[in-house]
């Protein structure tokens, strides 16, 4: 697929223009998923995790791993929860979780989200670091069979951080050379630098103080040994592109396996030494050497040649957080993932009898007092005509402010039965702890459906006036991650706001645009928010297995009846 469709077909217009603009025309490969073995997708893992953490390693300490360590498995799940908009996913989880230690790059795009800047428009323009490249170890192990799409996606993620060329171009190169270590056998040599270099090529370069990325990896000299030690010098600390990836693939090229040899020899490449490179570069290298030669590229050291202090396990399982890496190479190997391309076709005549339960999340929040009567009205309306819909339906209705968080009006009941809310029973006081009322009512869900004995479809729905402010158990991570678990079992999330950006509160939640709606925060604007929902789950519950399975990531359907009212009163 020609870059141009691709880009237009994933994203809205903006997006997709600024994308090929910082891209470029490069080959887009197949979107096909082709993972990487187990042992290559553990081994680059762990590597990585293993290299930033080094230093620590080397002083016997146990340390946590590292942030360009966090991020790449951030980055990989935004990935296998969605390949067709990793990015957006990878933005709205950056903006809602806090990297101790991450880069510049990554915190001025976490700020930029977090004040309403698009995705695609919030990365640090003149960033040519290579954390971005750091983080794209998956990419390569996910499309381990086509590197030219493995640095395709990493280049396309690597805009959401940064807009420099040299920072996309690294990244693009990295991914291209995990992808040809987790496929290849033998020594990573001459011939593998020349295809990365080639790959890299395709993109747009931007050259620091004289250099490019590319142009680097083609300096290399054969043999390669021979440049290591003036390379690692030149490199050493330095954190940009155009010098991090390019010594990182040397040093991944030069190692020994298992690189516990290092000890026992003379020659520069020396884990000490190697210790002084970047974090980032020390990262990179380490996810090289394990996508070529597995975990065993790490073998634990034997009583003789183990530095003293360090324990056996120090380079395989010795960090904290590795469980969460084993994890994640699991899930790449394991194919539990769908590719990039992945548009439902509604089967006709496929009529879906699953029954349905929504979980209807109401904010009685005190800003909600001058609505009271339109929401009970309007809610009343939507049970009243749900209950005249063909198919099993239950409501679990929940609202929700500071005084209580999360207080159940009705539980699981039949909409045929559903009596109607009360003004005695809807109330508006107090704050808004969003997060703690979501979070209990999807727990509260997971509860019932473990003590089903039938499929059932969930629909999570959220109306709100107003911003999180109250909220003491949850956070927005915490979140994140539940919600992402819950729609790769098939459940569907619907947000509607008022007075706020709508689409970046939900999308910091994870949620899907298609899904989401603004509404005015007045008497017709809430009808029509209410009604429009209703409309949505009428038809929903009429639909087939096809309809339901596009509804879960666009459950309006593009018909936004509130936003429309929003728009046609203007001002």
């Known amino acids: 697929m020609h870059p141009d469709n691709d880009l237009d077909t994933r994203f809205e217009s903006d997006a997709a223009r600024r994308l090929a603009r910082l891209i470029g025309l490069p080959p887009a490969g197949d979107s096909n998923f082709s993972p990487a073995s187990s042992d290559r997708c553990r081994g680059a893992l762990l590597g990585a995790v293993a290299g930033e953490a080094l230093p620590a390693i080397l002083l016997g300490k146990t340390p946590s791993a590292g942030p360009d360590s966090r991020l790449t498995l951030i980055t990989t799940d935004a990935v296998l929860s969605g390949a067709h908009d990793h990015p957006v996913r990878f933005a709205a989880r950056l903006a809602a979780t806090h990297v101790r230690g991450a880069g510049m790059a990554a915190l001025h795009t976490r700020e930029s989200l977090r004040a309403g800047v698009a995705w695609w428009r919030a990365g640090a323009s003149n960033s040519a670091g290579a954390a971005a490249a750091a983080r794209s170890t998956g990419f390569g192990l996910l499309w381990s069979r086509d590197p030219a799409r493995a640095a395709y996606e990493a280049a396309i993620s690597a805009t959401v951080t940064h807009g420099h060329p040299a920072a996309i171009a690294g990244a693009a190169a990295f991914a291209a050379a995990v992808a040809l270590a987790a496929n290849g056998n033998g020594p990573l040599d001459q011939q593998w630098l020349a295809h990365v270099a080639n790959i890299c090529e395709e993109y747009p370069q931007g050259d620091v103080y004289g250099a490019t990325v590319a142009g680097r990896i083609r300096r290399i000299p054969a043999p390669i040994g021979t440049c290591l030690g003036d390379a690692l010098d030149e490199a050493r600390g330095s954190s940009l592109s155009t010098e991090a990836v390019p010594a990182a693939l040397l040093s991944a090229a030069t190692a020994p396996v298992p690189i516990t040899a290092a000890f026992d020899t003379s020659a520069d490449w020396d884990l000490r030494r190697i210790a002084g490179l970047h974090p980032a570069c020390r990262a990179m290298m380490g996810a090289c050497i394990g996508a070529r030669h597995g975990e065993t590229a790490f073998t634990s050291w034997d009583g003789t040649r183990r530095p003293a202090g360090m324990p056996v396990d120090a380079l395989t399982t010795g960090v904290r957080g590795s469980g969460a890496v084993l994890d994640t190479a699991d899930r790449i190997a394991g194919k539990r993932v769908r590719p990039v391309e992945r548009e439902t076709t509604p089967r006709e005549g496929d009529e879906d009898d699953t029954p349905v339960h929504i979980s209807f999340l109401i904010d009685r929040s005190g800003s909600m007092s001058g609505l009271q009567s339109d929401v009970v009205d309007g809610f009343n309306g939507f049970v009243a005509e749900q209950r005249n819909k063909p198919g099993e339906c239950a409501l679990t209705l929940v609202q929700f402010d500071s005084n209580d968080p999360y207080e159940v009006i009705h539980d699981a009941v039949p909409v045929a039965k559903l009596p109607d809310l009360t003004p005695q029973q809807y109330r508006p006081r107090g704050m808004t702890p969003l997060l703690d009322a979501l979070g209990s009512i999807i727990g509260k869900a ?83 928010a209410i009604g429009s929902f209703n409309r949505a789950v009428g038809e929903y519950r009429g639909a087939g297995v096809g309809e339901r399975e596009r509804r879960r990531r666009a459950f309006f359907v593009g018909k936004k009846e509130a936003e429309e009212d929003d728009r046609g009163r203007g001002g």
Do not use: C, P
């Open 446 to 528: 997971d509860v019932r459906l473990a003590t089903l004995d039938h499929d059932e479809d969930q629909i999570v729905a959220v109306f709100t006036d107003g911003l999180e402010n109250a909220s003491r158990k949850w956070t927005r991570a915490d979140l994140f991650d539940m919600i992402a678990a819950r729609k790769k079992d098939g459940w569907t999330f619907v947000f509607m706001g008022a007075n706020q950006d709508s689409y970046a509160e939900a999308g910091r939640l994870g949620l899907d645009d298609g899904s989401v709606q603004d509404f005015r925060a007045d008497r017709v604007g809430v009808r029509e």
